[in-house]
């Protein structure tokens, strides 16, 4: 017989009674709250999904897709899981619905539900759930499916959705309901969108707005085109391109005016394309766009080369009725300015335009002389000093224009020298406020730097002597 024994308690195997680990627990706490969650997901999705669907005993839609209390049980599954790419998708829907319909009846409210739209948008984007089961949809089709196509319409959906807020700002504007077209843009300005999709609005607005200006430039309607892109630029003054065609359509406008018959037309259009040029030209980066750069400079110079053959031409009616430069409120003297600040704006983009550099001394040296000769005429020793002054510094800026060239140092001698006259003359009437000390010395420095403009001048040495003596027997 075989004795049974009993294995002493040392010997038996132990019952293993330890309690949980603290990684454990965390890890059963953290499943139980899941499936909870999951189970209240399931629940608020399945009552979103039936509010979003309601319909009447004629099986007709009795809500609109949006309906408050769908969207906030949609906001509420969302809450519990910002990653259920279903959820997304349904709020993107919705808000986007409720936003169209809002812009239709009541478009101060829609701004909110436009936001929310791109918001969930932009989240279903990066959803890579979504377009994963999107795609085996697609491929359980057949083998015509196109899976590249999902993934475009994927990555270009931003776009795709600014084209609806492109529409609605040129929409807007056509009314000339402007406010509501900047809501627009603000709106992207703001939005929670990558920031390439947020500067592609105005890329999209600009084509959509402007794409006839080709068509009108060749008709030869110039102002119409212009009148197109002003209406671009109201929306978004800073746009490059719009700024730098609308530069090249106004030279190629002003090549077809002629300053002796359209004067009045070419004014019109210095005053409308003055602002457009000042922006461009302090746009950022603007050396990187070499055509936005050239446009500058050759406006510059085609408006600075009319404004001079304008000046010319009444400066040639005045000589040949014998007249002499009267007072500087004139149109003569107004051109002469006008082609100078235009041309020294060239200067800042053209490096190499004989005739533009040309045309900007000449209308210098023209502009000095008319000066001085009013001022030579004037019964106010200030005004007349300060005329003179004005014309030395034109004939500085001729010889940087030209350095090369003498006649500008010739004339700054001749301007003191008739300086120094003037300030004799009225020294000796009693018109002069200076005492005679400091008459004798501004005598002095006039001729001497006469002198070193043009030292082969021998009536300013002459001038200089008589100068120093009076002052020695004084």
């Known amino acids: 017989m075989v004795r049974k024994t009993t294995p002493k308690p040392s010997e038996a195997e132990t019952p293993h009674h330890r309690g949980p680990s603290r990684d454990e627990l965390i890890q059963t706490v953290h499943d139980i709250g899941e499936a909870l969650r999951s189970a209240q997901r399931r629940s608020q999705k399945w009552l979103a999904w039936r509010q979003l669907n309601m319909t009447d005993e004629h099986d007709v839609h009795s809500v609109t897709p949006y309906t408050l209390k769908a969207v906030a049980t949609l906001e509420a599954a969302y809450a519990l899981d910002e ?22 009846c009541e478009p ?11 918001f969930y948008w932009r989240k279903l984007q990066a959803c890579g759930n979504f377009w994963r089961d999107l795609c085996a949809k697609g491929e359980a089709l057949g083998e015509e499916f196109d899976r590249s196509a999902i993934e475009e319409f994927r990555q270009n959906l931003i776009e795709y959705l600014l084209e609806i807020h492109v529409d609605f700002i040129r929409y807007y504007y056509d009314l000339k309901r402007h406010d509501q077209a900047v809501r627009h843009i603000e709106l992207i300005r703001r939005a929670r969108i990558p920031p390439a999709a947020r500067k592609g609005l105005a890329v999209l607005v600009y084509e959509a707005m402007t794409s006839t200006v080709p068509n009108v430039v060749a008709e030869g309607c110039f102002g119409d085109a212009l009148t197109i892109l002003d209406g ?8 490059l391109p719009a700024l730098q065609s609308y530069l090249e359509v106004a030279k190629q406008w002003l090549d077809q005016m002629y300053p002796s018959t359209q004067w009045q037309e070419i004014l019109d259009l210095d005053k409308r394309v003055l602002p457009r040029w000042d922006v461009l030209n302090t746009a950022e980066h603007l050396s990187e766009h070499p055509l936005a750069h050239a446009a500058l400079g050759d406006l510059a110079s085609a408006l600075g080369g009319k404004h001079w053959a304008r000046a010319r031409s009444l400066r040639l009616q005045r000589e040949e009725a014998g007249q002499q430069p009267q007072v500087l409120e004139c149109e003569e003297y107004r051109a002469y300015g006008q082609a100078i600040s235009w041309l020294k704006r060239m200067e800042s983009y053209t490096s190499d335009n004989p005739e533009a550099q040309f045309n900007l001394f000449n209308a210098l040296i023209s502009r000095a002389v008319f000066a001085t000769y009013v001022g030579q005429n004037s019964v106010n020793p200030d005004e007349a000093y300060q005329l003179f002054e004005e014309a030395l510094l034109d004939c500085q800026d001729a010889s940087q224009v030209i350095p090369d060239e003498t006649s500008p140092l010739k004339l700054a001698a001749q301007i003191l020298e008739i300086r120094t006259d003037y300030r004799r003359a009225c020294f000796l009437a009693g018109l002069s406020n200076s005492d005679p000390d400091t008459y004798y010395k501004n005598a002095e420095e006039d001729l001497v730097r006469a002198i070193q403009f043009d030292p082969d001048n021998p009536s300013l040495q002459e001038k200089l002597d008589e100068i120093r003596d009076a002052c020695r027997v004084r």
């Open 108 to 118: 101060d409210r829609a701004l909110g539900a436009w936001e929310k739209a791109l």
């Open 232 to 239: 671009f630029l109201s929306l978004f003054p800073s746009h």
């Open 83 to 104: 990653g259920d790419c279903d959820v997304i998708h349904h709020l993107a829907i919705a808000y986007h619905a409720m936003a169209w319909d809002l812009e239709l």
